[in-house]
């Protein structure tokens, strides 16, 4: 039979699902293949939580049944703010696991040849050294303010390298550092810093207000537009091949500070008005840096978007799809 599978393949070239395929990283994959980065060989299927239940394992094996996906990216999970996963670790941890699981487990059993999945810099250790690399992953306990999110994403890696030794799967993962780009959610209390910065200006200019912004504005941040992850998302689908995590990220070198960050934004938008950082405000952590040099060895000419470039185009997309946008 495996002869057989293996010709049906090469006739039909490869279909691929990806999970999630509404939100932030799958809309801009979505763009990326229709772009000119698909391959004729490739069928590309994206799917969100409107077309499945990933949490019911039944609903997931329906899916995969009707879809027979050759390769996976898996970028679904149950996502929040800061303070709801505060609020509901439980429930965060209970519904990635319950997702992951059936993700993968369908892979498994419908013989996917590829998985990909998605993780995130909050699961490294909460007390650490810096830059973070790949092999600290495990080095101890996530930030306590949403251990439940952090562990269900740990164990994806855990389950690869267990799918991998039992069943010789290839399941990977990728740890981005702050994704951000069109169709992100730009919730000002819920979401991240880069898309609620660009909320608040965009509210700042309607109103003919100042603009407050948290803290200090010294903290730094590694930011990945979202178009430059999709195009080495589809990279590492073709051509990694290490069960371990890969971190997707810029440069050490490439970390900006919240205050640029803001100061990019108001250039972006011809926000005249003034900029005032409240200080009473906490900071958060200063700094979360992550190597990327695992990625440079793979890739050493890879591209990076200007962050400048990056953030106009984020900017002209929020502007023109205000009323349709998440906020």
Same mark, same amino acid.
């Not at 293996?6 to 090469?10: P, Y």
């Not at 999970?77 to 505060?86: E, I, K, Q, S, Y």
């Not at 938008?269 to 958060?284: A, P, V, Y």
């Given at each position: 039979g495996d002869k057989v599978a293996?010709?049906?393949?090469?006739m039909e070239g490869k279909r691929i699902l990806v999970t999630g395929g509404s939100g932030l990283v799958g809309k801009a994959i979505e763009k990326v293949v229709a772009d000119g980065e698909?391959?004729?060989?490739?069928?590309?299927?994206? #799917?969100?939580?409107?077309? +499945? *239940? &990933?949490?019911?394992? +039944? *609903?997931?094996?329906?899916?995969?049944?009707?879809?027979?996906?050759?390769?996976? #990216?898996?970028?679904?999970?149950?996502?929040?703010? &800061?303070?709801?996963?505060?609020?509901?670790? &439980? *429930?965060? &941890?209970?519904?990635? $696991?319950? #997702?992951? *699981?059936?993700?993968?487990?369908?892979?498994?059993e419908m013989g996917v040849q590829k998985v990909v999945s998605c993780l995130s810099t909050c699961i490294f250790p909460d007390k650490t050294t810096y830059p973070i690399d790949e092999t600290m992953i495990h080095n101890g306990p996530p930030h306590t303010s949403n251990f439940g999110y952090s562990y269900a994403k740990r164990m994806i890696d855990v389950q690869n390298r267990a799918y991998y030794e039992q069943h010789g799967c290839k399941f990977t993962s990728v740890i981005p550092t702050n994704v951000f780009g069109p169709h992100d959610n730009f919730n000002i209390d819920d979401g991240h810093v880069l898309p609620g910065l660009i909320h608040k200006v965009y509210s700042a200019k309607q109103n003919g207000t100042a603009l407050s912004i948290w803290g200090t504005g010294q903290p730094r941040r590694q930011f990945i537009y979202s178009l430059d992850l999709a195009r080495l998302f589809i990279w590492v689908l073709r051509e990694y091949n290490e069960v371990d995590p890969i971190i997707l990220s810029v440069g050490e070198e490439d970390e900006v500070s919240?205050?640029? +960050?803001?100061?990019? #934004?108001?250039? +972006?938008?011809?926000?005249?008005?003034? $900029?005032?950082?409240?200080?009473?405000?906490?900071?958060?952590?200063?700094?979360?840096?992550a190597s990327n040099h695992k990625l440079r060895k793979y890739l050493p000419d890879f591209q990076f978007t200007p962050f400048n470039k990056a953030v106009q185009e984020t900017c002209n997309w929020f502007n023109s799809n205000y009323a349709q946008a998440r906020k």
């Open positions: 293996g010709h049906r393949v090469s698909g391959r004729p060989d490739e069928q590309w299927i994206f #799917i969100s939580s409107k077309d +499945a *239940d &990933l949490t019911n394992a +039944a *609903d997931t094996k329906c899916l995969f049944e009707k879809h027979k996906p050759t390769h996976v #990216i898996h970028l679904a999970a149950m996502v929040g703010g &800061l303070f709801r996963n505060m609020k509901y670790n &439980l *429930d965060f &941890l209970r519904n990635n $696991l319950h #997702i992951n *699981d059936n993700v993968l487990h369908s892979a498994y919240i205050k640029e +960050a803001a100061e990019s #934004i108001v250039a +972006a938008m011809e926000f005249k008005g003034e $900029l005032i950082f409240d200080s009473t405000k906490s900071d958060g952590q200063f700094k979360k840096t």
